[in-house]
């Protein structure tokens, strides 16, 4: 993709009422580029823009869980800017609990959001950016998406699911000039470990106290996250802007910790399972 310098690039995010998503949408509108924000407040979205310069923003209520809705955002997108160039998929939520505490309902849930909603924004965006030829894809995961830890079982398959989509999609599309970026955040100073975006199970077992422990030590961690979303959200744009770039993009120190260390794990539980690999091949 060579990004458009002729005219503003137009950007169509989703989550954008907080954290990454929202500082990503002010810097967007400071550069000068068309935003589609979709977020499920625009009220909420509108007043943490207080001051802004909001003329190229088109604020979208979107329940991203319904097709239908994300195909008129889209529509409602090409409409209003007469262009489409990055599709940025953020929306996301946390979620810390036991694998035996989580309920039918969360699994659903969580999974709505973090792959059948990336999936009904990619079903209504790539054929613009196809068609086109040339486009960006953004699916921002986690370090999270690339290893797990206990207790974050739920939100990692969401992530993990992403992650796997994303690497097959950037293999489809790449003859048609769209280029797919997958961003790996570690932990940032934004109110992810807040009640207000990380969801705890209704009920909890005793049988888990290490998590329990986990979850009040993430809850103090608020404020002092070594990601500044400023820079992070800078960072991202960077890499659209300058294309040509790795597929995946970490971010954060922590991240890139958490990464090296589950290279290095499965690099030794691929050596140790190295000689009894081939022995469920049929014989030479």
């Known amino acids: 993709m060579t990004f458009p310098t002729e005219r ?34 625009t009220e909420r979205l509108l007043a943490a823009l207080a001051g802004a310069d909001t003329t190229r923003l088109l604020p979208l209520t979107v329940d991203l869980r319904d097709e239908a809705a994300v195909a008129q955002a889209v529509e ?38 973090q792959v059948v909603g990336v999936w009904n924004v990619l079903r209504a965006t790539l054929p613009v950016l196809r068609s086109q030829r040339g486009g960006h894809v953004v699916n921002v995961s986690s370090v999270l998406g690339l290893t797990s830890v206990p207790g974050w079982g739920l939100y990692c398959a969401g992530k993990f699911a992403l992650e796997g989509l994303t690497e097959a999609l950037a293999g489809e599309v790449a003859e048609f000039g769209v280029e797919v970026t997958i961003v790996e955040p570690g932990y940032f100073r934004t109110d992810f470990l807040t009640t207000d975006s990380l969801a705890l199970p209704d009920s909890t077992t005793a049988a888990y106290p290490a998590i329990r422990e986990m979850t009040e030590n993430h809850l103090e961690l608020q404020g002092s996250q070594l990601g500044d979303p400023v820079r992070g959200a800078r960072l991202m744009i960077e890499r659209v802007v300058n294309g040509q770039g790795p597929l995946r993009q970490l971010l954060g120190s922590d991240a890139h910790a958490y990464a090296t260390a589950k290279v290095q794990a499965l690099q030794a539980n691929l050596d140790a399972a190295a000689p009894t690999a081939s022995a469920s091949d049929f014989p030479a």
């Open 76 to 113: 409602r997108t090409t409409e209003r800017f007469g262009h489409l160039d990055v599709v940025v998929n953020n929306a996301g939520y946390g979620f810390l609990a036991a694998v035996e505490e989580t309920t039918a309902r969360d699994v659903r849930d969580m999974l709505d959001v």
């Open 8 to 41: 503003p690039a137009t950007w169509f995010v989703t989550g954008t009422s907080r954290g990454l998503g929202l500082e990503l949408v002010k810097q967007l509108l400071d550069r000068g580029d068309d935003v589609a924000a979709t977020t499920r407040s």
